[in-house]
C-alpha cells in the first residue's frame, strides 16, 4: 500500500473542521504528500491555522445548516471529503447533538447530493470506553458504549456519528464512507492534551504520581492520525474504482471503524515524565511521590466536593485518577492490515515537537509582551 | 562445599535456596541420553561438550534422541571454529584458510589443529578434533548439509572480520556492523538450529518464512552477551559495544569506565540494553512455533536467562566495574519457570519487563523509547493470551434513531407492564367478586366469618386477652353440660 503514498493528486478534497487542531494538521499533510490535490477546507470560522499553499481554498460555513452545505457541496462537487469537526468536549449535550450528530447527517446528505466518492469520519477511540472497563489491547470487535453505559455525552455523540457515517455506506452504490478512532492525539497546535501537561509541570504537580504506573496507554501524534485518514481516502478511493466489485470481507475498508494510534503503548506516567523533561523538567525519579490509586480516589473525591461547593475545579479530581492508573490500548492490526497503516513519527519524536512548539509559542508571547 | 559467605546468602535469600532445591530435586529430564549405547568417539564428544560450555550442555544433553546427536556437534563445530576466531596468538595469515575452509575440515578424516596458544581454553577441542568428524560422519546427510551450510558462512565471517584491521583496532563501528557481526556468531545459530529442529519434525515449518524470528533468537542472546560482558571484553583489550553508541555519550571508550562519566555510561548502557529489548518480542514470537517440549526448554531457557541479565544490567554501576551476573537462584527459578511452557515464560518476560520499567529514568535520552520497548512486549504477550476478551455486547443503542426507539420500547414495556398487571388485578377481583356472591347467596355466614377472622387475628397479635378468652369458653362448655 506504500506505493499509494506517492499518489500526486486525490482530486477534489473537502477537510470539514480543516483550520482546527487535526484538520489544520491534515491539510498540511495532503499539501505535503498529495500536493496537486485541490484541498477545499471548510470550518465555522477560517482565520486561524491557514495553510498558505495555493491549492487550498477556505469557506466559511455550519455544518448545522443543511441547505448551505447542500449547496457548497454542489458547487465544489469534491471527490472525497474527510469529516472532522466536532464542539469542544464540555459543551452542553444540545449543542453535541446538533454537531455531533445532525451536522454529520447534514453533510453525509450533502455529498450523497453532489456525487461524492469517499468520505471519512474522524470518530473517538473512546466509543469502546465505559465507565469501569479497562482497554486491554482492543480491538474492532469491542462494541460501541453509549447512552447510560457512556460516562461522557461527547462520545455517546460521536459513537452517534459513526454509526450514521457507516450505514450511509454504499447509499448509493458509489458513495463509499469508514470511521477512523484515533487514541490520545497530541502535538503541535494541541490544545487538550500537552499544554495540559506541560502547565501540571510548571505548578510542580510532577512531583506526585498516582497508582502502580503499570498501565499502558495510548497516545497518537496528531501526523500519524492524519496519516491514517488520509489512506483511508486512498482506500476508499481504489474501492470505488473497482465498483461495482466488492473487496473480500477481510479486506474491506468501506463501511468499517478503525482505531489508529501510534502502535507504541507505554505506561501512563512515561508519557507525562518525556512530557515533563522535554519541558525542563530534572526532577530525579527517587523524588517522586507515588500515591496508590485507591488514597488518591478518596483524596480526589473530598477535593471534587469540596472545591464544588467553591465552585472551582480541583487539581486532582476522580476521572483524573481513573485515567492516569487504567489500561487504555488498542491493537491497531485491522489498520495495519487493511489501509497498510503504520505510524510515520515514533511518539518520542512526536513528544518532542509537541512541547518544542509549546514552549515556542511560549517564547513569541513573551517577546511580544517585552516590546 | 558451600562456603560460609554462601550459607548466609541463602539464610538471607530464602527462596532463592527454595528455587535451587526445586530445581536440583524435581527437575526430570525430558529426554536421557543413554550412555551404554555409546561407542567411544560419542562418548568423547560428550565429554568435550560439557567441559567447553557450561550454560548450553545442560539443555543440549536433555535434547530429544533424534536431534541430541546432530546438535551437539554442531555446538562442537562451532566452538571450533570459536577457539581458531578468538586465538590472538595464530597469525592472520594461518588462521583466516582454516576459518574459510572449516565446512570442508569437517569431512576430512582424522582432521586436527594443534597451533592454538597453550592458554587457549578450548585448545584440546581442536587438538582431538578427529573424534567430532567420526561422529559427524554418522548423523543424517539432511542434518550434516545444515551444518556445513551455517559453518561456512559463520566462517567466512569471522574471516572477513579478522582481516578488518579497522576492526581490530577500534572495535565496531555503527549499529549495522555490530548486528551484522551478531548475526555471524549467533544469527547464524539461530538458522542452523531452526533448519535441524524443522528437518528432525519439532518445530513448525513457518518459522523458516519468517527468518527474522530465528535471527532476533540468536541476536537477542549475543547482545546481552556483549552488553554484559562490557568490563571483562574491555581487559582481554576487545570492544564489541558500536561506537555508534557509545560516542554519543562520551568521545573515547575508555571515557566510559571512567568515575566521573558514570551518568553518560548509564545512559550508554541503557541504549545498548534498549537494542536488544527491541528483539525481546521476536524471541516469544519464535517460542510459539516449537511443538516439542526438550526443543522448547534448550531454547526457552537462554531467553529468560538474556531477559533476566538485562535487568541485571540495567542502570547498573557495577556493570562497567565487575562481571554482572544473575544469581543462581534466580538462575534456577528461570529454568523451573521456562521448562514446561510458553504462557509461563511469558510471565517472566513480562515480570522482568516491569522490573526494568520501574527503574527506567526520565532523564535517560532513551527513556521513552525503552518504555515503548517494554509496552511492545507486553502488547504482544496480551496479543497471543489475552487476558480481556471482547465484553459482552451490552447493546447500546448505536444511533440517535436507536436511542429515541430504545427509550420509546422502554416506555411502552413500562406501561404493557402496568396494563398487564391492571388487568390481572380486574380478573382476580371479578372472579372473586362472584364467588363471595354466589356463597352469599347460597346462605354463607359472612358476619360470623368476619367475626372470627377478628378473634383470631387478634390471638395472633395478642390483644386480646388470652386468660379471659379461656374463661368463657370454659363456661359456654359448661351450659352445654347441663
Known amino acids: ?371 | 562445599m558451600p562456603s560460609p559467605s554462601s550459607i548466609l546468602y541463602y539464610v538471607f535469600h530464602p527462596n532463592e535456596l527454595r528455587s535451587i532445591i526445586q530445581w536440583k530435586v524435581w527437575h526430570n529430564p525430558v529426554h536421557e541420553r543413554d550412555e551404554s549405547k555409546e561407542c567411544e568417539s560419542l562418548k568423547r564428544s560428550f565429554y568435550f561438550l560439557t567441559k567447553t560450555s557450561r550454560s548450553f550442555s545442560a539443555v543440549i544433553l536433555e535434547l530429544h534422541p533424534e536431534l541430541l546427536v546432530p546438535v551437539a556437534l554442531f555446538y562442537l563445530v562451532l566452538r571450533g571454529l570459536d577457539t581458531v576466531e578468538d586465538d590472538m596468538t595464530i597469525p592472520l595469515e594461518k588462521k583466516e584458510p582454516v576459518l574459510r575452509n572449516f565446512q570442508n575440515v569437517l569431512e576430512q578424516d582424522g582432521w586436527t589443529f594443534t597451533e592454538n596458544g597453550p592458554n587457549e581454553k578450548d585448545r584440546q577441542l581442536l587438538v582431538e578434533f578427529n573424534v567430532v568428524i567420526e561422529e559427524f560422519k554418522k548423523i543424517k546427510p539432511a542434518y550434516r548439509e545444515i551444518i556445513k551450510d551455517i559453518t561456512k558462512r559463520m566462517g567466512n565471517g569471522m574471516a572477513d572480520y579478522a582481516n578488518n584491521a579497522e576492526h581490530n583496532i577500534n572495535g565496531v563501528n555503527t549499529i549495522k556492523d555490530y548486528e551484522l557481526y551478531c548475526h555471524y556468531v549467533a544469527g547464524l545459530v539461530g538458522e542452523g538450529l531452526t533448519r535441524l529442529f524443522v528437518e528432525g519434525g519439532l518445530a513448525n515449518a513457518a518459522l523458516l518464512k519468517k527468518p527474522e524470528l530465528m535471527e532476533s533468537m540468536g541476536q537477542f542472546l549475543q547482545q546481552v552477551n556483549i552488553t554484559r560482558d562490557i568490563k571483562e571484553d574491555l581487559d582481554d583489550g576487545r570492544r564489541f559495544w558500536p561506537k555508534e553508541i557509545w560516542s554519543k555519550h562520551v568521545d573515547k571508550f575508555e571515557d566510559l569506565f571512567k568515575p566521573e562519566n558514570k551518568e553518560k555510561a548509564l545512559n550508554a548502557s541503557s541504549e545498548m540494553i534498549l537494542t536488544a529489548l527491541n528483539r525481546a518480542d521476536d524471541c516469544l514470537y519464535y517460542l510459539a512455533g516449537l511443538r516439542e517440549q526438550s526443543v522448547f526448554n534448550f531454547c526457552a531457557i537462554p531467553q529468560s536467562m538474556a531477559i533476566a541479565t538485562l535487568n541485571e544490567c540495567f542502570q547498573n554501576y557495577d556493570l562497567f566495574q565487575k562481571n554482572v551476573k544473575i544469581t543462581k537462584g534466580d538462575a534456577c527459578q528461570l529454568m523451573v519457570e521456562s521448562s514446561q511452557n510458553l504462557q509461563l515464560v511469558c510471565e517472566v518476560f513480562k515480570r522482568y519487563a516491569r522490573k526494568i520499567h520501574k527503574r527506567n529514568n526520565p532523564h535517560d535520552p532513551n527513556f521513552l523509547k525503552i518504555s515503548i520497548a517494554l509496552g511492545r512486549i507486553e502488547q504482544f504477550i496480551e496479543s497471543i493470551f489475552p487476558s480481556q476478551k471482547p465484553p459482552v455486547d451490552s447493546k447500546s443503542p448505536a444511533s440517535v434513531e436507536e436511542a429515541e426507539k430504545k427509550k420509546k420500547e422502554d416506555n411502552e414495556a413500562k406501561w404493557d407492564l402496568i396494563y398487564m398487571i391492571s388487568a390481572i388485578a380486574l380478573t382476580v377481583g371479578v372472579i372473586t367478586f362472584f364467588m363471595l356472591f354466589i356463597a352469599w347467596i347460597a346462605g354463607a355466614r359472612f358476619d360470623i366469618a368476619y367475626y372470627q377472622l377478628k378473634e383470631q387475628l387478634g390471638d395472633l397479635l395478642g390483644t386480646n386477652s388470652k386468660p379471659a378468652q379461656v374463661t368463657e369458653v370454659h363456661v359456654a362448655s359448661g351450659h352445654s353440660e347441663l
Open chain 1, 1 to 371: 500500500m506504500s506505493s499509494l503514498e506517492s499518489i500526486p493528486s486525490l482530486g477534489k478534497v473537502v477537510v470539514v473542521g480543516g483550520c482546527g487542531f487535526l484538520g489544520s494538521h491534515i491539510v498540511s499533510y495532503i499539501v505535503k504528500h498529495h500536493p496537486q490535490t485541490r484541498v477545499a477546507v471548510l470550518d465555522l470560522r477560517t482565520s486561524s491555522n491557514r495553510n498558505a499553499s495555493a491549492n487550498v481554498s477556505y469557506h466559511d460555513g455550519d455544518v448545522t445548516d443543511v441547505a448551505s452545505m447542500k449547496a457548497l457541496f454542489s458547487q465544489l462537487k469534491p471527490d472525497a471529503v474527510i469529516h472532522t469537526a466536532s464542539p469542544h468536549f464540555n459543551l452542553g449535550p444540545e449543542i453535541l447533538d446538533k454537531v455531533n450528530v445532525q451536522g454529520t447527517k447534514n453533510l453525509l446528505q450533502a455529498a450523497q447530493n453532489a456525487g461524492v466518492k469517499a468520505f471519512v469520519y474522524t470518530s473517538s477511540a473512546g466509543v469502546v470506553l465505559d465507565a469501569v472497563t479497562e482497554l486491554v489491547n482492543a480491538d474492532e470487535r469491542w462494541p460501541l458504549v453509549t447512552g447510560k453505559a457512556q460516562p461522557e455525552y461527547y462520545t455517546t455523540t460521536k459513537a452517534y456519528a459513526e454509526t450514521a457515517v457507516l450505514e450511509a455506506n454504499r447509499k448509493p452504490e458509489s458513495f463509499l464512507t469508514c470511521a477512523i478512532r484515533p487514541a490520545g492525539i497530541f502535538g503541535e497546535g494541541d490544545v487538550q492534551l500537552l499544554p495540559k501537561m506541560v502547565s501540571a509541570y510548571r505548578k510542580g504537580q510532577t512531583k506526585f504520581q498516582v497508582g502502580d504506573n503499570n498501565n499502558l496507554f495510548d497516545f497518537t501524534y496528531v501526523e500519524n492520525v492524519a496519516h491514517g485518514h488520509l489512506l483511508a481516502v486512498v482506500a476508499l478511493l481504489k474501492t470505488h474504482k473497482i465498483l461495482p466489485t466488492v473487496p473480500l470481507d477481510t479486506e474491506r475498508v468501506d463501511g468499517e471503524a478503525f482505531f489508529v494510534t501510534n502502535g507504541e503503548p507505554v505506561y501512563f506516567w512515561d508519557f507525562a515524565r518525556a512530557v515533563w523533561h522535554e519541558a525542563g523538567d530534572r526532577l530525579p525519579l527517587k523524588s517522586v511521590w507515588h500515591l496508590s490509586a485507591d488514597v488518591a480516589w478518596m483524596i480526589g473525591t473530598v477535593l471534587e466536593y469540596t472545591f464544588w461547593a467553591l465552585g472551582k475545579t480541583p487539581n486532582l479530581t476522580r476521572a483524573q485518577v481513573r485515567y492516569s492508573s487504567m489500561s487504555k490500548y488498542h491493537s491497531v492490526s485491522k489498520a495495519r492490515q487493511r489501509l497498510g497503516y503504520e505510524p510515520i513519527v515514533s511518539l518520542d519524536e512526536g513528544v518532542r515537537r509537541g512541547v518544542r512548539y509549546i514552549l515556542e509559542q511560549e517564547e513569541k508571547v513573551g517577546q511580544k509582551k517585552g516590546q
